[in-house]
């Protein structure tokens, strides 16, 4: 698959999963938990995407670590926030610093990588090509904007930002572009970093 690597780190000890959790609570704004939980039962959207996110990373905790009562389990509550909000994030396909940007539908195929700090909009598509093999690899820093799809096997450089609703069927392996359409092309040199935050 061409020259480009992605190591993808995982949750394995209670160390790295109080590491993955601060970091991500810092991305999100959270300054209180029990604030934070108030909100998302009020329906407020960063907060249920916090604990949406949080519940995700406690079950890949629990499944890399071999706890398998309370994988069972925590997969069972994942999974309630995944029906309610069609949220469908496997465990162990994005690295640390995932962002999802607004609440909606977001499909992963279990077997894609995602790098760290991306972000996700809403509607964005993740799948594999012709079998279950074929799928994206994301690098780091990508931005994935609405309703883009990105399928098969494909490879997505770091800093790459994917305009809404582009379809991209083909690598692109250069660095810190902007890349949109049906299907994707380069558009621009400024990738992700000329989104803003």
């Given amino acids: 698959m061409g020259g480009f690597y992605l190591i993808m780190s995982r949750i394995i000890s209670k ?13 999100y704004d959270i300054q209180n938990d029990f604030i934070a939980r108030i909100k998302s039962f ?8 916090y604990f949406f996110q949080r519940r995700l990373r406690y079950t890949e905790y629990y499944k890399n ?27 162990n396909v ?5 962002k999802i940007m607004h609440l909606g539908p977001i499909l992963t195929n279990g077997r894609a990588h ?11 598509h ?3 090509g ?15 904007g609405v309703g883009a799809v990105v399928l098969g096997r494909t490879i997505i450089a770091d800093g790459i930002a994917i305009g809404a609703n582009a379809v991209v069927n083909k690598s692109f392996q250069q660095p810190n572009i902007t890349i949109a359409g049906v299907p994707a092309k380069k558009i621009s040199d400024k990738g992700r970093d000329s989104w803003g935050k």
């Avoid at 993955?20 to 991305?27: H, N, Q, S, V």
């Avoid at 009020?42 to 995407?49: D, T």
Wanted: proline letters at 1%; glycine letters at 8%.
């Fill in 15 to 27: 160390s790295d999963l109080k590491e993955w959790l601060a970091y991500e609570k810092r991305i």
């Fill in 42 to 49: 009020l329906g407020c959207e960063r907060e249920i995407i």
């Fill in 65 to 91: 670590s071999g706890h398998k009562m309370l994988y069972y389990i925590s997969q069972i509550l994942l999974q309630r926030y995944q029906r309610k909000y069609a949220l469908n994030i496997d465990c």
């Fill in 94 to 98: 994005c690295g640390k610093g995932l």
């Fill in 114 to 124: 995602i790098g760290e700090n991306v972000k996700l909009h809403v509607n964005t």
């Fill in 126 to 128: 993740i799948v594999a």
């Fill in 130 to 144: 012709g079998s279950n093999d074929d799928v994206p690899i994301i690098g780091n820093n990508v931005v994935i």
